[in-house]
């Protein structure tokens, strides 16, 4: 059974910090064409969900992607071993506050994109709120 079990949402004032996990388990493993990535994404109210920050997990170098409403706040890293990414969020603004959701898959992509329809599997979301 695929299981992405997020953590670490939570409410803060602007200009803190928060840190998101995500744990995977049993994402099918497709090899031929594809590209291994987890990330994040996120939705406010109102608006649609949006890529925030994903990365390339098949080892070795690969590709980072970052909203441009993150770049340099945010940062991506994984621990393969525990086929847990995270992301560090610092300097947050309350146009950050949304439902952080995390994916994985082996996407058909060359990249990890930030394409919610490339992704199969889906955390269950974890709600930020920034406040002003």
């Known amino acids: 059974q695929v299981q992405l079990v997020a953590s670490g949402g939570g409410s803060v004032q602007a200009g803190g910090s928060l840190r998101l996990s995500c744990t995977a388990s049993?994402?099918?493993?497709?090899?031929?064409?594809?590209?291994?990535?987890m990330g994040w994404f996120r939705q406010a109210p109102g608006k649609e969900r949006e890529g925030v920050a994903v990365?390339?997990?098949?080892?070795?170098?690969?590709?980072?992607y970052y909203a441009d409403s993150v770049k340099g706040r945010f940062a991506i890293s994984q621990d393969n071993a525990k086929n847990t990414v995270y992301l560090q969020m610092n300097s947050l603004k309350p146009e950050d506050t949304g439902i952080y959701y995390c994916?994985?898959?082996?996407?058909?992509?060359?990249?990890?994109?930030?394409?919610?329809?490339?992704?199969?599997?889906w955390g269950q979301g974890t709600q930020v709120t920034v406040s002003s």
């Open positions: 990365m390339f997990t098949g080892g070795g170098e690969g590709n980072l």
């Open positions: 994916v994985a898959d082996y996407i058909a992509f060359r990249v990890c994109a930030p394409a919610p329809e490339a992704y199969n599997y």
């Open positions: 049993n994402i099918p493993k497709r090899y031929s064409g594809r590209t291994p990535c």
